[in-house]
């Protein structure tokens, strides 16, 4: 490992490799991506194996404005632009048409009552907005459980009126995503395995990063770790960043977990379908059968549910969507599935969770997180980026941003430095 470089990139998921390809681009200039994990990619990771699923992004989220849509055609990998099942009504979320009409009113109004309280400038949780008696209210927080990792109490109004993913249907990468990131940090000069416990900014010199493998120095630091990781003082910083604690523990890390599923009996799930389990509670799995037509079904959990089976074990989470099935789609559907993957993100002790939502009061958390620090700390990640928050093209984009910060700074000082922040402000 280089005990010497110019910039250092602590981090390498989707932001901590574009900031590192962004600095790369500099002749001369040295850089190293410093991952706590003997792997690339973060929290986009394609199961290794036959079939290629994805155990954390998995949707390029409007994909027309999604930086990764050009890598991956560029890079060789196949972009599907089909429509994402939830956007078909076949099955959608498992309701009869007039249900789904009710659903789709009521889904309009609380998005316009978001709207509204957002304008007016006040904030509190987003289940304020909902109407107490609605029949929806399980369905709704389901969604929210898959969108934010948390249900409508725990999260801000004014910051689910910030966000805006860009233009685009949803499509998938074919190869699977989490093989995309890894696959485009391919060539990044990086360490594996080496989680950073200390990042030394003291006195004028070079920044001190302690690893587990060994001490780098470098003219100026990408930090693109977790909010969790932050919060939770699992890199030191010294001197001690209170702010960038605080703004990070209001950013917490939803819960958001997947178990994949083995199909014995294909001709039973319609492929490229997507239903909810329970339309009434918000503890329920959402499934997508059967994707690329392959013999797997994802079940994608959210919020104390994804918690609790992942805790719980393969096992209890199997029996639970085993539960869901038989309601949807009969016994014998229920019965031709077994388990091939349970993800556990949020015992990942270098990650702690899915993406950052904002708790009520805490909108301005995001801008708070992602400002330099001395000319020489720059910060990355889904969770500072102010409108495509929750997203690996909104984590792409941070670190490009944090990339031409860094290069400011080397170049020019804090003068170019404030010009390189008010554009992209």
């Known amino acids: 490992?280089?005990?010497?470089?110019?910039?250092?990139?602590?981090?390498?998921?989707?932001?901590?490799?574009?900031?590192?390809?962004?600095?790369?681009?500099?002749?001369?200039?040295?850089?190293?991506?410093?991952?706590?994990?003997?792997?690339?990619?973060?929290?986009?990771?394609t199961l290794p194996g036959p079939l290629p699923v994805d155990l954390g992004c998995a949707w390029l989220h409007s994909g027309l404005t999604n930086a990764w849509t050009a890598v991956a055609d560029a890079e060789g990998f196949t972009v599907d632009r089909r429509p994402a099942p939830?956007?078909?009504?076949?099955?959608?979320?498992?309701?009869?048409?007039?249900?789904?009409?009710?659903?789709?009113?009521?889904?309009?109004?609380?998005?316009?009552?978001?709207?509204?309280?957002?304008a007016r400038g006040g904030d509190g949780p987003l289940s304020d907005l909902l109407l107490p008696d609605s029949p929806w209210r399980g369905i709704i927080d389901a969604v929210s459980t898959y969108v934010s990792g948390a249900t409508t109490d725990r999260i801000s109004v004014r910051d689910t009126a910030?966000?805006?993913?860009?233009?685009?249907?949803?499509?998938?990468?074919?190869e699977g995503y989490g093989r995309l990131v890894a696959h485009h940090g391919r060539d990044v000069p990086a360490v594996l395995g080496a989680p950073v416990t200390l990042v030394d900014h003291s006195g004028a010199g070079p920044v001190r990063i302690e690893t587990a493998r060994g001490t780098v120095r470098a003219r100026a630091v990408i930090v693109t770790a977790s909010t969790d990781v932050i919060a939770g003082g699992r890199i030191r910083f010294h001197p001690a960043l209170p702010g960038k604690a605080e703004a990070a523990a209001m950013l917490p890390l939803g819960s958001v977990e997947k178990l994949w599923l083995t199909v014995t009996d294909p001709e039973l799930f319609p492929a490229e379908q997507f239903c909810l389990g329970s339309s009434e509670t918000a503890d329920t799995a959402a499934y997508h059968f059967r994707p690329f037509g392959r013999p797997v079904v994802?079940?994608?959990?959210?919020?104390?549910?994804?918690?609790?089976?992942?805790?719980?074990?393969?096992?209890?989470?199997l029996d639970f969507a085993r539960s869901e099935l038989r309601?949807?789609?009969?016994?014998?559907?229920?019965?031709?599935?077994?388990?091939?993957?349970?993800?556990?993100?949020?015992?990942?002790?270098?990650?702690?969770?899915?993406?950052?939502?904002?708790?009520?009061?805490?909108?301005?958390?995001?801008?708070?997180?992602?400002e330099p620090v001395d000319g020489r700390l720059f910060f990355?990640?889904?969770?500072?980026?102010?409108?495509?928050?929750?997203?690996?093209?909104?984590?792409?984009?941070?670190g490009v941003t944090a990339a031409e910060a860094a290069l400011a700074a080397l170049?020019?000082?804090?003068?170019?430095?404030?010009?390189?922040?008010a554009a992209t402000s």
């Open 162 to 174: 910030d966000y805006r993913p860009g233009e685009g249907d949803d499509w998938r990468v074919v």
């Open 327 to 370: 309601s949807q789609l009969g016994g014998e559907a229920a019965g031709a599935v077994g388990p091939l993957h349970l993800t556990g993100w949020g015992r990942e002790p270098h990650i702690l969770g899915s993406y950052a939502y904002a708790k009520p009061g805490a909108a301005g958390a995001r801008a708070r997180l992602g």
């Open 380 to 398: 990355a990640g889904e969770a500072t980026h102010p409108t495509r928050f929750t997203t690996a093209h909104g984590a792409y984009e941070t």
């Open 298 to 317: 994802e079940c994608f959990l959210g919020g104390d549910l994804a918690r609790d089976l992942s805790r719980a074990g393969t096992a209890a989470a």
């Open 86 to 118: 939830w956007d078909q009504e076949e099955r959608d979320l498992g309701l009869t048409p007039d249900q789904h009409a009710a659903y789709a009113d009521t889904l309009e109004d609380f998005r316009a009552r978001a709207e509204l309280a957002a």
């Open 1 to 45: 490992m280089r005990d010497e470089v110019d910039v250092a990139v602590i981090g390498g998921g989707a932001a901590g490799i574009a900031a590192a390809r962004r600095l790369m681009r500099e002749h001369g200039l040295s850089v190293l991506l410093i991952e706590a994990k003997d792997r690339l990619g973060g929290r986009a990771h």
């Open 411 to 421: 170049s020019g000082g804090p003068r170019a430095l404030r010009a390189v922040q």
